[in-house]
Structure formats: structure tokens, C-alpha cells
Nanobody
Framework: QVQLVESGGGLVQPGGSLRLSCAAS????????MGWYRQAPGLERELVAR???????NYADSVKGRFTISRDSAKNTVYLQMNSLKPEDTAVYYC???????????WGKGTLVTVSS
């Protein structure tokens, strides 16, 4: 089993920054993908950014140039640096780890990000 714990959410003004962290523990294989997804009220959960164990990254078009995903493999932790935040970034942000050997997905419980003046 894998457990994921997110932290770093909160209330921020438009144009501000936040840094989310997701710490993974348990049976973690080195070949994995870690990513951030978000879900706003009334909308479906969507990919924000993901990073492969080899370092390859993908971003949603809506966050390119503003958000940066990174990982510390030694700590099994993934980060999401969010700059130039907009009200439309308001959502619950979830961390996901995919075991690329088994295809299993593991999710955290989410952390709320609210962008408002």
C-alpha cells in the first residue's frame, strides 16, 4: 500500500504564490509517476502537472509558465510551485502516484487552494 499526504494549501490573493507538497510512504517502486490534479466545484477532476521518475514533466495548458512540478526521489516527495495564481485556480488539489509496474493509482485526500481577494 501507498499513502500520500498533501500539504501547503490555503487562501492566497490573485497574483500570489503557494507551494504544495505531497509526501509518499509505503511500498513505493522507483518506476512511478507522481502528479497533481485539481477539482473545482461542479467540475471534473483534471490533470495539473505530473512528473515521471526519469524527470519528464507534463503540464496542463492553463498552468504552463506559472506552475512548476518537481520531485525529491530520496524523500518520495513531489512539489507544486504555483505562481501568478488566478481565481480560476481555486480547487481542491490532489496528489496521485501511479505504479508503472502494476498500473495501480494511489490518491491523497486533497488540499484546498483558494485564490481570492
Amino acid at each position: 500500500q501507498v499513502q500520500l499526504v498533501e500539504s501547503g494549501g490555503g487562501l492566497v490573493q490573485p497574483g500570489g504564490s503557494l507551494r504544495l507538497s505531497c509526501a509518499a510512504s509505503g511500498s513505493i517502486v522507483s518506476l512511478n509517476v507522481m502528479g497533481w490534479y485539481r477539482q473545482a466545484p461542479g467540475l471534473e477532476r483534471e490533470l495539473v502537472a505530473r512528473i515521471y521518475s526519469g524527470g519528464l514533466t507534463n503540464y496542463a495548458d492553463s498552468v504552463k509558465g506559472r506552475f512548476t512540478i518537481s520531485r525529491d526521489s530520496a524523500k518520495n516527495t513531489v512539489y507544486l510551485q504555483m505562481n501568478s495564481l488566478k481565481p480560476e485556480d481555486t480547487a481542491v488539489y490532489y496528489c496521485k502516484l501511479t505504479n508503472r509496474v502494476t498500473g495501480m493509482d494511489y490518491w491523497g485526500k486533497g488540499t484546498l487552494v483558494t485564490v481570492s481577494s
